[in-house]
């Protein structure tokens, strides 16, 4: 493989990795303010050990999503600097927003909520783990709206003087349609996973007859989180799908290996292709379902592979532009099915809660809460993937191809070995990171040591 091919391995592998760990993170934040403020406001000391253990949850998620972050950033100067020469104008300033806003709010709050149990006021320590959990989502709209550039170029010039793309509209780049509609999705997929965390670790933690009291609440309000939020995923998503058929055609048609245009297109839900990506041999859908995703009306027509094509020689040049059609198709349907999955476990094990008044059941129901953490995060990696990948042969949509983007000064030995040095890095880090989960969950909430002065202070107060 040349340069640029390990060069987007490279970047694919850290990507994905760090992924694992931004939705888990940012849900969790939320979660863990509201168990703080249940038990600031009823005094029940089950919310201080519940808020305190699936805080060292959220910790360890942030320290090392934090770590495996700023690798991204190094990869744009390293392996894509003719990239970062032609839009980091434009690509680097949410990016440098949400480095000296986003990123300083939530790690300089979440510094005072770990430090400041015994020294701050009760409300103000409260305070902090809400704007800490509020920098991570304003951090997260930051880097969504760089992305979303990226889908959608938009206010900006090509100064042709220079040979780059120039600001002219920030506003324009923050808050088009495609940074606010990635950004509702995103987020909801990201309390799916968190809320999943949250079911799982209590659902198991219940079936073993371990800490149930404390337990039970934070397992009724994972699995409804879960449910409430697969709901609001599908919603979004479907005007996801419609902002993304407007600006991405191309990226729409090759999820549903849709070869040529149609109107009252179908859903597929399972299609197989030729070997040269030109038709389909054999196909079982969903009749217009398709077309009502993508523009709202079953009599819609949606544009097919083969006629993007070309058109887009004619507008761009010869050239193929067309995805690897088979990953889109299959990432789109993984990131669907395992969120669907993980939604039909928290409702069946909401259902046996509702009916039995707790959490009962076999082996089976055990292996399911320890699957049930596991299936959103996979599936949003997979929506990743696809939004990534789709988005071939261009690196900005339109503007700039992936196979220009990459440094002409390095060269695949250099390639090579940092993709090795970070992949080895990143699997010591997973081993750490997998480690302290399992060891926290297995030592449990911590029931034996003694609450501080200034806790028992703030329960008699609101006893009182």
């Not at 887009?312 to 990432?331: C, D, E, H, M």
């Amino acid at each position: 493989m040349g340069s640029l091919e390990i060069a987007r391995w490279q970047f694919a592998i850290t990507t994905i990795y760090h992924f694992i760990f931004v939705p888990i993170t940012i849900g969790s934040g939320f979660l863990v303010a509201g168990l703080q403020t249940a038990w600031y406001r009823t005094s029940q000391e089950k919310y201080l050990r519940a808020t305190k253990f699936f805080g060292k949850l959220f910790l360890i998620n942030f320290a090392i999503g934090v770590v495996t972050g700023i690798v991204q950033e190094f990869q744009f100067g390293m392996n894509w600097s003719t990239y970062s020469r032609f839009v980091g104008d434009i690509f680097g300033a949410p990016l440098a927003m949400e480095g000296l806003l986003a990123f300083f709010l939530e790690s300089t709050f979440l510094g005072l909520w770990i430090f400041g149990w015994d020294y701050l006021p009760k409300k103000i320590h409260l305070a902090t783990i809400w704007l800490a959990a509020t920098g991570t989502l304003i951090s997260a709209y930051f880097i969504l709206a760089a992305n979303s550039w990226m889908q959608h170029p938009v206010g900006y010039k090509i100064n042709p003087m220079k040979g780059r793309a120039e600001l002219t509209n920030i506003f324009s780049v923050l808050f088009q349609k495609t940074a606010l509609s990635t950004f509702f999705h995103t987020i909801t997929s990201t309390f799916l996973c968190s809320g999943a965390l949250f079911a799982g670790v209590a659902g198991y933690l219940v079936l073993k007859g371990k800490y149930v009291e404390i337990m039970k609440p934070v397992l009724k309000v994972g699995l409804i989180t879960v449910i409430i939020s697969f709901l609001l995923v599908g919603v979004t998503g479907d005007y996801t799908a419609r902002v993304m058929t407007s600006q991405q055609p191309m990226k729409m048609a090759a999820a549903e290996a849709l070869y040529n245009s149609k109107t009252n297109a179908p859903f597929s839900l399972f299609t197989i292709g030729s070997l040269d990506g030109s038709h389909s041999v054999f196909q079982i859908g969903i009749p217009s379902f398709l077309s009502i995703m993508s523009h709202g009306s079953p009599n819609s027509q949606v544009e097919g592979i083969n006629d993007l094509q070309a058109q887009y020689i004619n507008k761009y040049g010869p050239g193929s532009y067309k995805p690897v059609i088979w990953l889109a198709y299959w990432s789109f349907r993984l990131m669907i099915g395992f969120g669907a999955l993980a939604a039909l476990i928290a409702f069946l094990a909401l259902w046996k809660i509702r009916r039995n008044k707790t959490l009962t059941g076999g082996k089976w129901l055990q292996g399911a809460m320890i699957l049930l953490p596991i299936l959103p995060v996979v599936g949003i990696s997979f929506g990743w993937i696809f939004t990534e990948s789709a988005r071939q042969p261009w690196i900005v949509f339109g503007l700039q191809k992936t196979a220009t983007a990459v440094s002409p000064q390095v060269n695949s030995g250099e390639v090579w070995t940092t993709m090795i040095v970070f992949t080895l890095l990143y699997g010591i880090l997973a081993i750490i990171e997998f480690g302290l989960m399992i060891r926290t969950i297995k030592v449990g909430p911590d029931v034996t040591s003694p609450i501080s002065k200034s806790e028992h202070d703030q329960t008699l107060v609101i006893a009182y």
